[in-house]
């Protein structure tokens, strides 16, 4: 092969262009090689791609971080210094191996042509979406003892490597479509047969694994050397809390899932076998975009799906998995500097469920973790009503109830929830705002003020989220006597108290909708009367919003939320030209955003 020297002497201080073997020139044009090295040279673009460069110096007199990080981030030198920008290039030819000359001075560079091999080096780390992120495997990198930093690119490659392994599925009697006879892979509920589709996966989902497979690598090649053990900064600092930042990586406080089998991390449909939690934790977050990004990495690596909001002022999240899965995520949380002195795990609340209960993983960032409409710097989460533990609750909803006259008792029971939800399950004689959603909650307060004028407000939602900023908002109008909220929420209350003063279900914001801890029914279906709990997605795609409709009436074809929505459907279908989805159904027109209670 010709051997083409720079002429330029570029690089003489450093002798990367005198002393490096070039091999090889590559360009990116379809011209004639001969036109394309000429015109390339005038403008400046010619690149030299090497395969064995020495380094500048000897080697004896470089320390071992200067060649690990040379290693890691490529011989300088690669482009003749001076000759325009570097081209992206092709990678080597199968048959193209590189010249050698001499061990002494060799940095090896892989050959494309060994499939898995190019795959492992080459995999990316996760996609975080930030640029200003760390990603797992530089991060790990940057930690490593100095003499082990030339090990790195051995231990990604075998710790890529075990991770297929451990995906590998006999191949089925009569199949012979795999280019591996014999074995597929199965991953994330996928079926691949080839190599190519499992790296492929394995290197895009899975770069949290990864990561700990090559700290694992790692541990065990400093053991076998004689060298101090890897150490991954847990950021502790004399036993304080300190707030991670976009320095800190995502993945260093992730639980160790190396000693257990894919199938005891990933839940079925089998409600028995996987887990739902829901849970919250206000408090001062300084990045939330690093904490997003963690939570992203953290449920991703757990195989969890769900839906958490994260905001300055805090975290709000409900996420499914197996039981070993949702048990290892609130390790996680608990022990994570942020939220160790914070959250405890009694405020974790747990249901039957897994992942087939959400659709997918969504994490982000927003202004409040529960979407009230006021700023957090308005109404803040420090100055919420005095919270009453269930069996507190339990007791003041007694003496409510069992008072001789309802109009001169001085205390209201507030349903915090949306219409929907208080309408499946409720308090006995509690007050339910008619309301959609519970932005709409300030201005009901706003509008209601003589309602609340001198009472003991007892307030309840779901798993206590709502009320916590609900509270400080009727606390800060000045009307009220006092305001008290149920801790931990209904979830909590019925643990305790199953057959309590709570009837009927429990909604959630998921698949499954409800939750049964009794068996009353305290709903009843929109078309027949008859007493019905269940709900399902209005039929018409123009609305979308839950029905009751009992097993009879939807077998008479009775599917939308109510009878004007339904004669709207035919319409829909027939004319495709309709905007659809700004069409409002009936029953949203009849009720008023805002609700007046009569009782003023």
Partial sequence: ????????????????????????????????????????????????????????????????????????????????????????????????APRDLGQENRVDVPAQGDDLDSCMLKFPDLDLKDTNLVSPSNCLRAELDANMRKKYAHAKKKAFALLVKTKEIPEPIGHSSSLCKGIWWTCCQQIFKDQIGIHRHIAAQHAGDIYHQTSSVLKQLAAEAGTPKLCVSTDKTNGSNVPPTSNHPVSADFPDTSCFRLDELMSTHDSNQGVVILYYCYCDVEDPEWLCAWQKALCQHLHLTGKVRIATEGINGTVGGSRLATDLYMEAMLSHPLFKNILCKEDFKTSKGGAHCFPELRVGVFEEIVPMGIKPNVISYKKPGIHLSPGEFHKEVENYLYQGNQEQNDTILLDCRNFYESKIGRFQKCLAPDIRKFSYFPSYVDKNLKLFKDKRVLMYCTGGIRCERGSAYLRAKGVCKEVYQLKGGIHKYLEEFPNGFYRGKLFVFDERYALSYNSDIVSECTYCGTQWDQYKLCSTSHCRQLVLSCSKCREKGFTACCRICQDKEGKLISSLTEKSFKEECDCTLKRPQIPLELSQ
């Fill in 1 to 96: 092969m010709k051997m083409i020297e720079c002429k330029k002497g570029h690089g003489k201080p450093h002798g990367t262009c005198e002393q490096a073997a070039v091999y090889k020139h590559e360009f990116t044009k379809n011209w004639s090689k001969k036109k394309t090295l000429a015109r390339e040279k005038r403008l400046g673009l010619v690149e030299c791609r090497v395969a064995y460069v020495p380094f500048p110096g000897s080697l004896q007199k470089r320390s071992a971080a200067d060649v690990g990080s040379w290693m890691a981030q490529g011989p300088p030198g690669g482009t003749c210094r001076g000759q325009g920008p570097r081209l992206s290039s092709p990678p080597l030819e199968k048959d193209e």
